[in-house]
């Protein structure tokens, strides 16, 4: 193989990887932002106050964000174990 070529399939591999963990890194954040939405709320009868609550209960969109953020860890996990197993030799397990 070319090796131009090699360069470049490792370079394609590699920024198939941060992307990858981008989509990890967002959809965490997206998780965890909604997560810390569930606050309590207290309340005041002495005086006249406004209180901002958070949610009360998982919704159907809490669940697919939950969804969302498992899809892309192992979607990293597949890609990264791919972009490890390609500096291994080749013909270990057959002619190749």
Known sequence: MNTYKK???LLL???ILIVSLSF???TGLVFYRDM???ESCSVNNTDLSIQSCGKTSIGFGDVMI???FILALTFC???LYWFIISFRK???YGKS
Do not use: A, E
């Open 90 to 92: 080749k013909g270990r």
């Open 77 to 79: 996990i597949s890609v």
């Open 24 to 26: 990890v890194y967002f």
């Open 7 to 9: 360069v470049f399939l």
């Open 13 to 15: 591999k590699l920024i």
């Open 66 to 68: 939950f969804i969302l």
């Open 36 to 38: 810390i939405s569930f």
